[in-house]
């Protein structure tokens, strides 16, 4: 039997059964990060690659869809290739392949979803298209597979900033979220004003280590009206602050602005779980690598008895292996994806269930 046939039959079974030697392929371009990664059982991480566009982007205070693309022509192959090597398997190793379909920048998405169609087609294998949030859900899982569910998920990033409940793989609900700024969102929007460079969080997050967060009283919205939260009002508390007091101490402001953002997105995300009897916390996204919010939701976790599961600082950021492991559990339980979907760059996190 030549490697073709074997290909297909291996496919074939794979569609019958995800087991735990299944190894998805994963691919994601959804912003200005060019990654993939190999995953086998959903959380068996053999190989993740990132290729980062910061460098080419930060001079314009921001990501530029046009040049994010273009990028992600250029790298999608190697950094394809370096995965593979990396995980010491081949292609012909490869059951199925995984890839961003939503929410993201469309050219963006568009790269890594034709690509990881057209290896589909030519492995004779499962393409599984991802939505960028749902895998997030799984990016803590992949550094502690043992958690116990239901779990609540912190999902906060430049994006998007939500409660999400998780009852086991597969079944999901949003339970709490931003109704204007997302908390990453804010941060690189007070970053912008204070001109401490791009990207936004990680510059405040270093020089806030500085300062006095208890300098300045920024209000704290919605800290005590349901699981919803809201930042647009801090972001232009900061703004007013600084236009009054223009001798004011950067440094003490953004600490003081941290520590407003981290203290409500902690006592949502304790009261959420309390109300929902969640037995683990966990955190996802880009500011999921705050070192405040990682430090306080430990503390408020560890005096509530919560399990916390904190994502490695790698598994914060966009990454293919959260890709491969939310395709292989979606493979699992909805099988494959049609090769003529498409992008969706407006994607949303609804209510799903296996």
């Given amino acids: 039997m030549n490697s073709s046939n074997q290909r297909s039959e291996r496919a074939s079974n794979r569609n019958l059964t995800v087991d735990k030697s299944t190894v998805v392929l994963g691919i994601e371009t959804s912003c200005d990060e060019t990654a993939a990664a190999l995953v086998m059982g959903g959380n068996d991480v053999l190989s993740s690659v990132v290729a980062s566009q910061l460098e080419v ?19 999608i192959t190697p950094v394809v290739d370096q995965a593979l090597t990396k995980s010491g398997l081949n292609f012909d190793r490869v ?37 960028h949030l749902e895998a997030h ?61 791009y990207p936004g969080g990680p510059a405040i997050d270093k020089l806030a280590k500085t300062g006095d967060a208890k300098a300045i009283d920024f209000p704290r919205a919605m800290m005590h009206d349901g699981l919803d939260v809201s930042f647009s009002g801090l972001k232009t508390a900061v703004i007013n602050h600084v236009r009054k007091n223009p001798n004011a101490e950067t440094k003490n402001i953004v600490a003081s602005f941290q520590s407003a953002v981290v203290d409500v997105l902690v006592a949502k995300t304790i009261k959420a779980a309390e109300n929902l009897g969640a037995k683990t916390v966990a955190l996802g ?32 950021t966009d990454n293919a292996a959260m890709i491969a492991s939310a395709g292989w559990h979606r493979l699992a339980l909805t099988g494959d994806t049609a090769l003529d979907a498409g992008a969706y760059p407006n994607l949303g996190l609804t209510v799903a269930s296996a």
């Fill in 57 to 75: 982007h930060a001079r314009f205070g921001g990501v530029v869809p046009e040049i994010a693309s273009r990028a992600h022509l250029e790298a």
């Fill in 95 to 131: 059951d199925a392949v995984a890839a961003t379909v939503g929410p993201g920048l469309i050219g963006a998405l568009l790269v890594g979803v034709s690509a990881a169609k057209a290896m589909a087609l030519v492995l004779d294998v499962p393409f599984v298209g991802v939505n």
């Fill in 137 to 197: 859900l799984y990016a803590a899982m992949l550094d502690d597979p043992n958690v116990e569910f239901p779990m609540l998920v912190l999902l906060v990033s430049g994006g998007h900033t939500m409660l999400v409940e998780v009852r086991e793989p597969g079944k999901y609900q949003i339970v709490g979220q931003t109704r204007d700024d997302a908390a990453g969102e804010a941060f690189d929007k007070v970053a912008r004003f204070l001109d401490l460079g």
């Fill in 285 to 316: 996204g880009g500011v999921a690598a705050n070192s405040l919010l990682r430090g306080e939701i430990s503390k408020a976790c560890a005096q509530k008895d919560f399990h916390v599961v904190l994502p490695s600082l790698a598994m914060c």
